[in-house]
């Protein structure tokens, strides 16, 4: 789908912030074992960078970091906060019902990924959306710490940085 069919509208930098910081637990759903793979940077950085509960899902991975991998959101300890997806388009359907029947606040759908029926579907019921963006990027935006995330923030200053 090109930009110009896009027509759903997300949450602002303010919502956005405001869905992160009343989120106390994350399911990576679509984790991967594999260091090469996104789901696997932003498990790293969630885990070593957020005060957040992050759990794995993935229907073939035993273990990912030294966590236990769950097959699916029903066998989460928890309800998780917020789900986010690191799945192919035509899973984020199946996804989001998984979503809905644990009762999860906040489908998150990573960068590259945005499916508008299903955010449709996902905000009728009660749930925030938002799609096409990272939630290391956007937790480390919120926080100042896109520089620790392996991003240039492209500020300049004579001030060292203190590391929280």
């Given at each position: ?5 896009r027509t ?7 919502e ?19 260091p090469s ?10 885990l ?11 229907p073939?991975?035993?273990?990912i ?22 799945r ?20 998150w759908?990573?960068?590259?990924s ?23 990027i ?7 710490g896109?520089?620790?995330a ?9 001030k060292?940085q203190?590391?929280?």
């Open positions: 789908m090109s930009t110009a069919e759903w509208t997300g949450p602002s930098a303010p956005r912030l405001a869905i992160l910081r009343n989120t106390q637990s994350i399911a990576i759903v679509g984790a991967s074992d594999k793979r996104a789901s696997y940077f932003v498990a790293t950085y969630l070593s960078s957020s005060r957040y509960r992050v759990y794995f899902v993935n073939v991975a035993k273990e970091l030294g966590r236990p991998v769950y097959k699916s959101l029903a066998d989460l300890p928890e309800v998780p906060d917020l789900v986010d997806v690191f192919k388009h035509d899973d984020l359907p199946t996804v989001l019902d998984e979503t809905l029947a644990v009762g999860a606040k906040t489908l759908l990573q960068l590259g945005w499916h508008e029926d299903v955010a449709a579907r996902a905000e009728a019921a009660g749930l925030d959306v938002v799609m096409d963006r990272c939630v290391k956007e937790h480390a935006r919120f926080h100042g896109l520089n620790l392996g991003f240039d923030t492209g500020v300049i200053s004579s060292r203190l590391l929280a």
